[in-house]
């Protein structure tokens, strides 16, 4: 799923903690690791919404899954899948 807010006048494009989940086949609360986790080099979120649900914009995950590939393995790596 992906969520879209608007920002001033202008719409902008973010994937949820459960969105990462989802493209990487991991649990949330390992995809929730994995983007707190500074030595994965995960973006910044690009806002915090009610409730404390951080938003990524689409383009910085992309972006981040295109410049390491060596992350894919994460899937091996999730305790719970």
Do not use: C, S
Request: aromatic share 8%; charged share 25%; net charge negative.
């Amino acid at each position: 799923m992906l969520t879209v807010i608007t920002v001033g006048e202008r719409k902008r494009r973010l994937y949820t903690t459960g969105d990462i989940a989802d493209m990487l086949g991991v649990t949330r609360q390992y995809a929730l690791a994995i983007t707190n986790d500074r030595r994965k080099f995960f973006p910044e979120p690009f806002d915090v919404l009610p409730g404390g649900v951080q938003v990524w914009l689409v383009e910085d995950v992309d972006a981040w899954m295109t410049a390491h590939p060596e992350h894919r393995h994460l899937l091996a790596e999730d305790p719970e899948t």
